[in-house]
């Protein structure tokens, strides 16, 4: 990978941890698909759905379907 791409997985990555996290208490608990992290992120860098997907993944979040979608289970710190 090449530094701007290392540079854009750190601020996902940065960003995500910042915001949610994949356990936590019910009341805080929400719903985000990877292209509403991808819009979030938009004025920031230019990541892929796949990429947000793959790091979400791997930081351990959990997903449920609702209305036939992937949505990513997260805690709202």
Do not use: C
């Amino acid at each position: 990978m090449n530094e701007e791409r290392d540079l854009t997985t750190e601020l996902t990555v940065r960003y995500i941890a910042e915001n949610y996290t994949p356990i936590g208490d019910s009341d805080k608990k929400d719903y985000i698909t990877s292209a509403d992290i991808v819009r979030e992120l938009a004025e920031m860098v230019t990541i892929s759905i796949q990429e947000v997907t793959l790091l979400m993944d791997k930081a351990g979040f959990k997903t449920e379907f609702i209305d036939g979608k992937p949505h990513w289970v997260v805690y709202e710190k």
